[in-house]
């Protein structure tokens, strides 16, 4: 009986803590219930909530004991689409039968801000152990984020397939599904217009054999890469393409990128044409054209390095350039090449080779790839040096006696013409050095100013043999203006007809002659000037005495304009006489040694205001000059004359330049203006006694310029161009 109570006591026991250790687990279920990251439902079979978290009874808004025994359907509806509530509802009722579990992905649902939320749904059927009690467990999980950042990603993807600037498309092999924009750009269909065409139509005649290989070949390889082919555009043209293609194994579908190489196609034609016609210029050039690799081996030689090697295109492509030239090989042809190769700069180089019995002259053009070789055969040349070399030698001592000649002395070619040789005295005359004119003809050089005269000279020199004391202008490289007589005479020398020319340099003796005969005229000038200068001026101060005295009378005061008229006339007339005077040859002067700087600078304020008048203005440069023999009156009157002409050539807003400087032991004024310059026809007789351009001038002024120039041992020269004259008077410092 203790015994039976013992046992008893022990089950109560057991038992006791069986029902503890399920309360306990009901605690720790319940709270992993409550407190799950995720929204748990607990249905009965009639699809009333039975169990809710917090997590689950937010969705709607509500608080888990509101919603314990309601209908879920009648709590949704509100919340969700009535499509997708009995979507959910139809699948729980198809999971209590079967008993299969189920999952609802992106469940949508609208919140208050407009803004769609995404649930993905899990469906258990679940059951007691003793089977009391069958329902459903539904989790709930938030996928907002994720839908959203998969829309992101495929929006994103779609920016970036309408914005690649090649053509992208997805379809199968027969046709294409879509395609992003850019055909609309490169071939002018809409997307529409170009998935609705059959590609393989669009295709050029000449490309779909190989198209369509491709293609087939897709299936094995997956991929193709960088395969070309045209394609119709919209306008009927054709444009190239550059296709990369890519099958998924999975879904069949090919995706294509193809890019327009359509102005790569045209430049890589052009690039092609233009090899061809640089291959025909070098199969057409006199010269051997050899190219190589960086392993000295021939990959082209043209026709005329085939002939200097005596070799066929065989013979010499992949064969190394030794072997064109065997007799190189350890020569100083190689060290050079070899070191034009290392060094990538271009070389020149001769080399006669034994084995050729000829003498080339090489250019080769070096770079990173290899090296080209220009091969000229100069065996000719070299000969025909010898030769001349010989010839230098046999005539050595007449080339002394022609170097050394004070004449001008040229050799030419009878046949063209063409300079030989020159002397020394011939560079000076004409300014042109030996190598400017070896060579060239005298028409080249453009240096005779009397062409006609020059060609009937030669004329006789071919139908005589010879012409003598031919009368010729020229001019020099620098413009200046030289005279020769020339003679000229046929002779055989470098082993062909040649004309042989001494030229008498007379340019100092005919500036003597004109200078000369512009003396002549002022002394004829002067004397006359001297013989009745004085004569014409003593009645000239009678009669201008008695119209002052009549003009002083009453009865002739109606008159007194006219006298005052004749008075003017005849002091005009008295002036033109002074300076017609001045010209004498033999008038006294008075030199003293003086600065003209001074002179110069006492006259400024006079000849200033003088500008002033003309709206002209003037400036000067005075250097440091010695001293020099001058007579102060005469100076003044000479650069008043010249300042005088100068602003009579000028328009208003003109400049008069006065400068002093030194030269050659010579101190020089220079005025200079800004008028239109002296014609070339006339400045010839510039200078000349009553020679003017003026309407009213006397034609003086300069001649008396020249005469008191002529008193001071100076001269006068001028420089004119459209721009202004400038007028320089050289006094010599004693």
Same mark, same amino acid.
């Given at each position: 009986?203790?015994?039976?109570?013992?046992?008893?006591?022990?089950?109560? $026991?057991?038992?006791?803590?069986?029902?503890?250790?399920?309360?306990?687990?009901?605690?720790?279920?319940?709270?992993?219930?409550?407190?799950?990251?995720?929204?748990?439902?607990? $249905?009965?079979?009639?699809?009333?909530? #039975?169990?809710?978290?917090?997590?689950?009874?937010?969705?709607?808004?509500?608080?888990?004991?509101?919603?314990?025994?309601?209908?879920?359907?009648?709590?949704?509806?509100?919340?969700?689409?009535?499509?997708?509530?009995?979507?959910?509802?139809?699948?729980?009722?198809?999971?209590?039968?079967?008993?299969?579990?189920?999952?609802?992905?992106?469940?949508?649902?609208?919140?208050?801000?407009?803004?769609?939320?995404?649930?993905?749904?899990?469906? =258990?059927?679940?059951?007691?152990?003793?089977?009391?009690?069958?329902?459903?467990?539904?989790?709930?999980?938030?996928?907002?984020?994720?839908?959203?950042?998969?829309?992101?990603?495929?929006?994103?993807?779609?920016?970036?397939?309408?914005?690649?600037?090649?053509?992208?498309?997805?379809?199968?092999?027969?046709?294409?599904?879509?395609?992003?924009?850019?055909?609309?750009?490169?071939?002018?269909?809409?997307?529409?217009?170009?998935?609705?065409?059959?590609?393989?139509?669009?295709?050029?005649?000449?490309?779909?054999?190989?198209?369509?290989?491709?293609?087939?070949?897709?299936?094995?390889?997956?991929?193709?890469?960088?395969?070309?082919?045209?394609?119709?555009?919209?306008?009927?043209?054709?444009? =190239?393409?550059?296709?990369?293609?890519?099958?998924? &194994?999975?879904?069949?579908?090919?995706?294509?990128?193809?890019?327009?190489?359509?102005?790569?196609?045209?430049?890589?034609?052009?690039?092609?044409?233009?090899?061809?016609?640089?291959?025909?210029?070098?199969?057409?050039?006199?010269?051997?054209?050899?190219?190589?690799?960086?392993? =000295?081996?021939?990959?082209?030689?043209?026709?005329?390095?085939?002939?200097?090697?005596?070799?066929?295109?065989?013979?010499?492509?992949?064969?190394?350039?030794?072997?064109?030239? /065997?007799?190189?090989?350890?020569?100083?042809?190689?060290?050079?090449?070899?070191?034009?190769?290392?060094?990538?700069? @271009?070389?020149?180089?001769?080399?006669?080779?034994?084995?050729?019995?000829?003498?080339?002259?090489?250019?080769?053009?070096? #770079?990173?790839?290899?090296?080209?070789?220009?091969?000229?055969?100069?065996?000719?040349?070299?000969?025909?040096?010898?030769?001349?070399?010989?010839?230098?030698?046999?005539?050595?001592?007449?080339?002394?006696?022609?170097?050394?000649? /004070?004449?001008?002395?040229?050799?030419?070619?009878?046949?063209?013409?063409?300079?030989?040789?020159?002397?020394?005295?011939?560079?000076?005359?004409?300014?042109?050095?030996?190598?400017?004119?070896?060579?060239?003809?005298?028409?080249?050089?453009?240096?005779?100013?009397?062409?006609?005269?020059?060609?009937?000279?030669?004329?006789?020199?071919?139908?005589?043999?010879?012409?003598?004391?031919?009368? $010729?202008?020229?001019?020099?490289?620098?413009?200046?203006?030289?005279?020769?007589?020339?003679?000229?005479?046929?002779?055989?020398?470098?082993?062909?007809?040649?004309?042989?020319?001494?030229?008498?340099?007379?340019?100092?003796?005919?500036?003597? &002659?004109?200078?000369?005969?512009?003396?002549?005229?002022?002394?004829?000038?002067?004397?006359?000037?001297?013989?009745?200068?004085?004569?014409?001026?003593?009645?000239?101060?009678?009669?201008?005495?008695?119209?002052?005295?009549?003009?002083?009378?009453?009865?002739?005061?109606?008159?007194?304009?006219?006298?005052?008229?004749?008075?003017?006339?005849?002091?005009?007339?008295?002036?033109?006489?002074?300076?017609?005077?001045?010209?004498?040859?033999?008038?006294?002067?008075?030199?003293?040694?003086?600065?003209?700087?001074?002179?110069?600078?006492?006259?400024?304020?006079?000849?200033?205001?003088?500008?002033?008048?003309?709206?002209?203005?003037?400036?000067?440069?005075?250097?440091?000059? @010695?001293?020099?023999?001058?007579?102060?009156?005469?100076?003044?009157?000479?650069?008043?004359?010249?300042?005088?002409?100068?602003?009579?050539?000028?328009? @208003?807003?003109?400049?008069?330049?006065?400068?002093?400087?030194?030269?050659?032991?010579?101190?020089?004024?220079?005025?200079?203006?800004?008028?239109?310059?002296?014609?070339?026809?006339?400045?010839?007789?510039?200078?000349?006694?009553?020679?003017?351009?003026?309407?009213?001038?006397?034609?003086?002024?300069? #001649?008396?310029?020249?005469?008191?120039?002529?008193?001071?041992?100076?001269?006068?020269? $001028?420089?004119?161009?459209?721009?202004?004259?400038?007028?320089?008077?050289?006094?010599?410092?004693?």
């Amino acid at each position: 009986m203790l015994k039976d109570n013992a046992t008893l006591k022990n089950s109560e $026991l057991i038992e006791l803590s069986l029902k503890m250790l399920e309360q306990r687990r009901a605690v720790v279920i319940q709270s992993v219930f409550e407190q799950a990251p995720v929204g748990l439902v607990l $249905l009965d079979a009639d699809l009333k909530y #039975s169990q809710i978290n917090i997590y689950a009874a937010s969705i709607t808004g509500h608080r888990p004991e509101e919603l314990i025994g309601k209908y879920m359907e009648d709590n949704l509806t509100n919340y969700f689409q009535a499509e997708d509530v009995k979507r959910l509802i139809d699948q729980c009722k198809k999971t209590l039968i079967t008993g299969k579990s189920f999952e609802l992905h992106g469940l949508p649902q609208e919140s208050k801000f407009n803004k769609y939320l995404y649930w993905d749904c899990q469906i =258990w059927c679940v059951k007691d152990v003793d089977r009391s009690f069958s329902g459903l467990l539904l989790t709930v999980k938030d996928i907002t984020r994720h839908v959203y950042g998969h829309f992101r990603l495929e929006n994103d993807l779609r920016t970036l397939f309408n914005a690649v600037s090649d053509i992208l498309c997805i379809g199968d092999l027969n046709k294409i599904k879509m395609v992003n924009p850019s055909v609309k750009s490169i071939l002018g269909y809409t997307g529409e217009e170009f998935c609705s065409i059959d590609f393989r139509t669009l295709i050029h005649p000449e490309d779909l054999p190989s198209t369509n290989n491709k293609m087939h070949s897709l299936a094995q390889y997956e991929c193709l890469n960088k395969f070309t082919n045209r394609l119709r555009c919209k306008d009927g043209t054709y444009k =190239w393409l550059e296709w990369n293609v890519v099958q998924d &194994e999975q879904s069949g579908l090919i995706c294509s990128v193809a890019r327009d190489i359509t102005d790569k196609k045209r430049l890589e034609e052009e690039l092609e044409k233009s090899n061809r016609q640089k291959t025909e210029i070098l199969e057409r050039i006199t010269d051997g054209f050899v190219s190589c690799n960086k392993d =000295w081996r021939v990959t082209y030689a043209n026709k005329e390095a085939q002939r200097i090697g005596k070799k066929s295109p065989k013979e010499l492509i992949g064969r190394t350039i030794w072997e064109l030239f /065997p007799d190189a090989n350890k020569s100083e042809l190689l060290q050079s090449l070899q070191k034009t190769m290392a060094e990538q700069k @271009p070389l020149q180089v001769n080399y006669y080779s034994n084995f050729l019995n000829s003498c080339f002259e090489f250019h080769a053009y070096p #770079s990173p790839e290899g090296l080209s070789v220009i091969i000229h055969d100069i065996t000719e040349r070299k000969m025909m040096e010898k030769q001349k070399e010989e010839i230098k030698k046999s005539e050595e001592g007449f080339l002394k006696a022609f170097k050394a000649n /004070p004449n001008i002395q040229t050799i030419k070619l009878l046949r063209n013409e063409s300079y030989v040789d020159v002397n020394e005295s011939f560079e000076n005359f004409t300014g042109y050095k030996r190598e400017e004119v070896i060579g060239r003809t005298l028409a080249d050089l453009k240096i005779c100013l009397e062409p006609e005269k020059y060609s009937q000279m030669m004329e006789r020199i071919k139908e005589n043999g010879f012409a003598k004391n031919v009368e $010729l202008a020229f001019h020099a490289k620098s413009g200046e203006l030289g005279f020769g007589l020339m003679s000229s005479v046929v002779i055989e020398l470098y082993g062909e007809q040649c004309i042989l020319a001494s030229t008498v340099d007379i340019t100092e003796q005919k500036k003597m &002659e004109k200078e000369l005969d512009r003396l002549d005229r002022l002394n004829l000038v002067g004397e006359m000037a001297a013989g009745i200068g004085h004569e014409v001026r003593n009645p000239m101060t009678t009669v201008r005495g008695f119209l002052q005295l009549l003009s002083g009378k009453k009865e002739f005061s109606e008159h007194s304009g006219h006298f005052s008229l004749m008075i003017e006339e005849l002091d005009r007339a008295n002036s033109i006489i002074t300076e017609f005077l001045s010209l004498a040859r033999n008038k006294a002067v008075d030199l003293q040694k003086k600065n003209i700087n001074t002179i110069i600078e006492a006259l400024y304020p006079l000849i200033q205001a003088n500008a002033m008048k003309h709206d002209n203005y003037i400036e000067i440069f005075l250097s440091d000059v @010695p001293e020099i023999l001058l007579n102060q009156k005469e100076i003044r009157q000479l650069i008043l004359n010249l300042v005088c002409n100068g602003l009579q050539a000028m328009s @208003p807003g003109g400049k008069i330049t006065i400068k002093t400087f030194t030269e050659r032991e010579e101190v020089i004024l220079a005025v200079q203006d800004e008028g239109k310059g002296i014609s070339p026809e006339i400045i010839d007789r510039i200078g000349t006694p009553f020679f003017t351009t003026k309407e009213n001038g006397t034609g003086l002024g300069l #001649s008396m310029c020249y005469s008191i120039a002529n008193r001071h041992n100076a001269k006068i020269s $001028l420089d004119t161009n459209p721009h202004g004259t400038t007028f320089f008077v050289r006094f010599k410092v004693v």
